[in-house]
């Protein structure tokens, strides 16, 4: 199994640009979830879904920030317009429906540094 | 509401000896319990995790964690570290009773 694939893994861009960062979970995984990783607030869960709907997106920051998940082999995270405070590493994580302690498995990360 | 502790940010070991990472917990139901590994540019890994049966429970690269309900702790431990062992690691929980729900990760504790 490839695992969670994340693209792209590096990305630059200026304040105001539109950024979409790309997860493609584990075949056969129900639930997936967007983490951001920085220094100073550790890591922080963005939102997830259970079966392409999404179930909790308390933890997006703001309105710039949208997710999707069309079918179960694909989702993204957009940020709109994007700000120097976005720049962080960005997780997707899947796994089986977390109903019997499973595990989730992380994507390599996409580290997003916006000028 | 579910909660973990990491009350170390830093632990520092020599090598050969043996190394403990904290952490504790608060659900209101039984917990399932996870550690992972974070290498550096690198994304977590999951070592171990606490469901049920045994206290003692036994992961990769010979890391193990004890269940403790009284003390709602679960530190994971190596008798033997090993300079590879430098990592960032996270002690996560869900309760057993929000089916569906995310993984909840303390802050990390970072092993040198």
């Known amino acids: 199994d490839a695992g969670v694939i994340q693209s792209p893994r590096h990305e630059v861009t200026e304040m105001g640009q539109e950024v979409t960062l790309r997860c493609k979970p584990i075949s056969g995984h129900n639930s997936l979830f967007w983490y951001r990783q920085t220094m100073m607030r550790g890591l922080e869960l963005l939102i997830y879904?259970?079966?392409?709907?999404?179930?909790?997106d308390s933890g997006m920051p703001e309105d710039r920030f949208s997710a999707k998940m069309p079918n179960a082999s694909f989702s993204t995270l957009k940020i709109q317009p994007s700000e120097p405070r976005d720049s962080a590493v960005y997780f997707c994580a899947s796994s089986p429906f977390p109903s019997t302690g499973n595990e989730q498995f992380f994507g390599p990360g996409t580290r997003l540094t916006v000028l | 509401a579910q909660s973990v502790a990491q009350p170390e940010d830093q632990v520092n070991v020599a090598e050969g000896n043996p190394l403990t990472v904290k952490c504790t917990y608060s659900v209101s139901g039984n917990p399932y319990l996870f550690w992972y590994v974070q290498y550096p540019n690198r994304g977590l890994q999951f070592l171990l995790k606490?469901?049920?049966?045994?206290?003692l429970v036994k992961g990769s690269y010979g890391f193990e964690a004890e269940f403790n309900k009284s003390q709602t702790s679960f530190h994971l431990k190596k008798p033997s570290a090993l300079v590879s062992d430098s990592a960032l690691y996270f002690c996560a929980v869900r309760d057993r009773g929000q089916a569906g729900t995310a993984l909840i990760f303390g802050k990390g504790t970072t092993l040198s």
């Open positions: 879904f259970n079966n392409n709907v999404p179930i909790d």
């Open positions: 606490y469901i049920t049966g045994d206290n």
